[in-house]
Structure formats: structure tokens, C-alpha cells
């Protein structure tokens, strides 16, 4: 948002004085109508039709399944680097977009597999199959 000099009223607080321009729309906001998405600052309408920020919430469910999938210890040290990647870029502020999802659908492909290998390692190990072709 860009600072206003004028005495423009808020639209949905005419007794506040307005603040700031929205980025996207232009419209004007009090600082209750001000939203800050990673540095850029938006009125309460067009924050809303923002899109959600991208791949914390797959970075978070591949880091907890590669913790899982840790039975098949490399696939899963391969999903905590690149879930932990994902998840560094985030905390960091950096807009990563359809690469951090790639990482981490990535990650959460590896996890599973790992889980899966695990599962049947652990299978197999319980009916006295290991070692046996």
C-alpha cells in the first residue's frame, strides 16, 4: 500500500481517516483494513482473494511423513532435506511458489514410498521371510 496525504474517509471505517492505498485495487484503508501479506499490503477485500501463501501446509505433512518413512532410512533423509528446504524458504519470507510444492509432493512421494518399504521390511521380517527369495 502506498501512504494517502489526503483526508480520505475508509470505506468500511468512515470515522477513520484513510492510511494507506491497497496495492492491487487502489481503494483506500485505515490501519484496522490494512493487510500485510509477505511485505506487500492489501485492503480486507482484495487479502481475501488472495491465494492461500503456497506450501507450508504440504512442507509441514511431508516433514512429519518423512520422519515416518525413516524405517527406509534413505528415501527418508532424502524427504527431510527437501521438506526442511521448503520449510527454511518459507520462514525466510521468499516467495517460492509451484517449486516449493514440487519439493514438497516430492517429499511426501519419498515419505510414503519409505513407509511402504518399511511396512513390508517389517512384514516380511515378522513371517521369517527375510533372506529368502
Not at 113 to 131: D, E, F, K, P, S
Amino acid at each position: 500500500m502506498t501512504a494517502v496525504s489526503l483526508e480520505a474517509p475508509c470505506p468500511r471505517h468512515p470515522e477513520n481517516a484513510a492510511e494507506e492505498l491497497c496495492i492491487r485495487c487502489g481503494s483506500f484503508a485505515c490501519s484496522a483494513c490494512i493487510v500485510d501479506r509477505q511485505g506487500d499490503r492489501y485492503c480486507v477485500d482484495c487479502a481475501r482473494r488472495l491465494p492461500p501463501l503456497g506450501g507450508s501446509w504440504y512442507s509441514i505433512i511431508a516433514g512429519i511423513l518423512s520422519f515416518l518413512s525413516l524405517g527406509c532410512a534413505p528415501l527418508g533423509l532424502v524427504a527431510i532435506v527437501l521438506a526442511g528446504i521448503d520449510l527454511t524458504m518459507i520462514s525466510a519470507g521468499r516467495k517460492w511458489g509451484r517449486q516449493g510444492v514440487s519439493l514438497d509432493l516430492l517429499a511426501i512421494g519419498l515419505s510414503l514410498v519409505g513407509i511402504l518399504l518399511g511396512a513390508l521390511i517389517l512384514y516380511r521380517a515378522m513371517n521369517g521371510q527375510i533372506g529368502e527369495v
